[in-house]
T-cell receptor
Framework: GAVVSQHPSRVICKSGTSVKIECRSL??????MFWYRQFPKQSLMLMAT???????TYEQGVEKDKFLINHASLTLSTLTVTSAHPEDSSFYIC???WGPGVNSPLHFGNGTRLTVT | AQSVTQLGSHVSVSEGALVLLRCNYS??????LFWYVQYPNQGLQLLLK??????LVKGINGFEAEFKKSETSFHLTKPSAHMSDAAEYFC???????????FGTGTRLQVFP
């Protein structure tokens, strides 16, 4: 089946540094990728939607200058947390869809646990 | 906008007992509905989904859910719980006019021997 690879699975960084998280669709071309943030024992909050070759669409309240999303190809999207602070510590999950519309399958990566010290 | 409510943040059952996880959505138009399972420190795996057609949907691992328009519900059930079913379960609804999913707050299922 379709696989989405997310890397790294865990990262610890110092406050003020930037961290890049990669999301790759391994055996399909992802027309759309989504980035979620999940706080402990809470649901997934959609941060942004990215389509290959175009700017990401951010959800209300998400700082696009802080959370930089690049969808450079149909198999790769990256999320860069710039100037990270302890409050950015969270579990970040990407997902990828290979066709248009919500009826097409959505595949999730295994997430990245970011800890900012 | 669509929203989804999961009643009960924690559900505990004995192994072999019926599993019932509740989900209600808010929409005047039947949306697409989904159930996902999440194991610790992992992404989400699709259990089942309802789009159109038969209202009783069967998914993986013996789970099923029934879309009830009159009750705006999409509860998840499994006749006999297994220890491996212990996980976090999320109900999700599609946002009309977009391809985004709106997730509920999740229900943690514990299974006791």
């Amino acid at each position: 089946g379709a696989v989405v690879s997310q890397h790294p699975s865990r990262v610890i960084c110092k406050s003020g540094t930037s961290v890049k998280i990669e999301c790759r669709s391994l055996d399909f071309q992802a027309t759309t990728m989504f980035w979620y943030r999940q706080f402990p024992k809470q649901s997934l909050m959609l941060m942004a939607t990215s389509n290959e070759g175009s700017k990401a669409t951010y959800e209300q309240g998400v700082e696009k200058d802080k959370f930089l999303i690049n969808h450079a190809s149909l198999t790769l999207s990256t999320l860069t947390v710039t100037s990270a602070h302890p409050e950015d510590s969270s579990f970040y999950i990407c997902s990828a869809r290979w066709g248009p519309g919500v009826n097409s399958p959505l595949h999730f990566g295994n997430g990245t646990r970011l800890t900012v010290t | 906008a669509q929203s989804v409510t999961q009643l009960g943040s924690h559900v505990s059952v004995s192994e072999g007992a019926l599993v019932l996880l509740r989900c209600n959505y808010s929409s005047s138009v039947p949306p697409y509905l989904f159930w996902y399972v999440q194991y610790p420190n992992q992404g989400l795996q699709l259990l089942l989904k309802y789009t159109t057609g038969a209202t009783l949907v069967k998914g993986i691992n013996g789970f099923e859910a029934e879309f009830k328009k009159s009750e705006t519900s999409f509860h998840l059930t499994k006749p006999s719980a297994h220890m491996s079913d212990a996980a976090e379960y999320f109900c999700a609804v599609s946002d009309i006019g977009t391809d985004k999913l709106i997730f509920g707050t999740g229900t943690r299922l514990q299974v006791f021997p």
